[in-house]
């Protein structure tokens, strides 16, 4: 009886309306925040991205000129919500995209700056691998945060 309690406690938190809200503005929040270095300082974040080995430098260069403007546009659409449909299924394709390209660079046994956040990070302040497993469960829980506002309406209460 006690664990049914729970369960049904926990179930109407989720149902809670502002939990998808607040999932929106937190990722839009973040998608803004990873944007702005990179905007700043495209050949840094070129440079990162270069460190996967798997894009030749032109590709590079052309994904750290757009990227970062893509980024910031569907941050300011996921808190704006304008367009909030096109910014979410482009928020998860980007996190799905994150995560399987650092977990691929994690598995292959390289070490990098994943450029997500800062273009310049003092390697010998911080053990890269592990900021590299970091990252990736960063995504996985923004990518549960993502689909969270994509199927909002199972989270929200029928009046």
Same mark, same amino acid.
């Given at each position: 009886m006690a664990k049914s309690r729970l369960s049904s406690g926990m179930m109407s938190s989720l149902k809670n309306r502002y939990i998808p809200l607040i999932s929106r503005f937190i990722l839009g929040i973040v998608?803004?925040?990873?944007s702005l270095d990179k905007i700043a300082d495209p050949v840094s974040f070129s440079d990162n991205i270069d460190n996967y080995n798997v894009s030749?430098?032109?590709?590079?260069n052309l994904v750290a000129l757009i990227l970062p403007w893509v980024e910031l546009i569907i941050g300011l659409g996921l808190i704006t919500? @304008? /367009?909030? *449909? $096109?910014?979410l299924i482009i928020t998860i394709g980007l996190l799905i995209f994150f995560t399987? +390209? +650092?977990a691929q660079a994690?598995? *292959? $046994?390289?070490? &990098?700056? %994943?450029? %997500?956040f800062k273009n310049a990070l003092d390697s010998?302040?911080?053990?890269? *691998?592990?900021?590299?497993?970091? *990252? @990736? +469960?960063?995504? +996985? @829980? &923004?990518? $549960? &945060? $993502? /689909?969270?506002?994509?199927?909002?309406?199972?989270?929200?209460?029928?009046?």
């Open positions: 998608f803004i925040y990873a030749p430098v032109a590709i590079n919500g @304008i /367009f909030l *449909r $096109g910014s399987f +390209i +650092i994690y598995a *292959r $046994g390289i070490s &990098l700056n %994943c450029g %997500c010998s302040l911080v053990d890269l *691998r592990q900021d590299m497993m970091k *990252r @990736i +469960i960063e995504d +996985i @829980i &923004l990518l $549960g &945060l $993502g /689909f969270i506002v994509y199927f909002r309406e199972w989270f929200t209460e029928k009046k």
